[in-house]
């Protein structure tokens, strides 16, 4: 497994990716049904050399934004609080996604151990991320790797149900 920054021309591919994810969430949440990612969020991040992937053998099989500094959305908690208050030195994870290829082949782990590196090599105090209530893969994924529930961060969007559950990782 090789992990990289992904590139534009790779926005296809990284659109399949996503587009795997959402079909797995929509058999449990309404969690990226309402055109979100797309390929508008996914280029910014590309362009912002904040996407990462997972290769195996040349070929994509899991992208996370790794995002250093202030998510807006984290700073005021519905409920809980923060370890570390939200700050620049933030390493902040969005948008994971597996290809249905290789959901259960510790892609998503792999990427998790990297941004903890990667986190480190930046000096980050913290990771912080968020997730869906019924999204019980990511919330056990994140568990595994060592993060901690910290409370609710509504994502102030248009939807229905914005509200998500809120993970830290102290470095």
Same mark, same amino acid.
Request: with cysteine; net charge positive.
């Given at each position: 497994?090789?992990?990289? /920054?992904?590139?534009?021309?790779?926005?296809?591919?990284?659109?399949e990716v996503i587009n795997d994810a959402?079909?797995?969430?929509?058999?449990?949440s309404q969690q990226w049904q309402q055109g979100y990612p797309n390929e508008y969020s996914m280029t910014k991040d590309i362009l912002n050399q904040d996407l990462f992937g997972v290769y195996i053998d040349g070929e994509l099989t899991c992208v996370a934004a790794l995002i250093i500094g202030i998510e807006k959305t984290y700073v005021n908690m519905?409920?809980?609080?923060?370890?570390?208050?939200?700050?620049?030195?933030d390493l902040v994870i969005h948008r994971i996604a597996v290809?249905?290829?290789? /959901?259960? /082949?510790?892609?998503?782990?792999?990427l998790m151990e990297?941004?903890?590196?990667?986190?480190?090599?930046?000096?980050?105090?913290?990771?912080?991320v968020d997730t869906h209530r019924v999204n019980i893969p990511m919330q056990q994924l994140l568990l595994s790797n060592g993060y901690t529930y910290q409370g609710i961060i509504d994502l102030n969007r248009n939807e229905e149900d914005q509200l998500r559950l809120a993970y830290e990782l102290v470095i």
């Open positions: 497994m090789e992990i990289k /920054r992904v590139k534009l021309e790779e926005l296809e591919k990284v659109m959402k079909a797995f969430l929509k058999l449990q519905i409920e809980g609080k923060w370890k570390i208050e939200v700050s620049p030195s290809s249905n290829k290789y /959901r259960g /082949r510790g892609c998503a782990k792999k990297f941004a903890y590196s990667y986190a480190k090599e930046n000096n980050c105090d913290s990771i912080k």
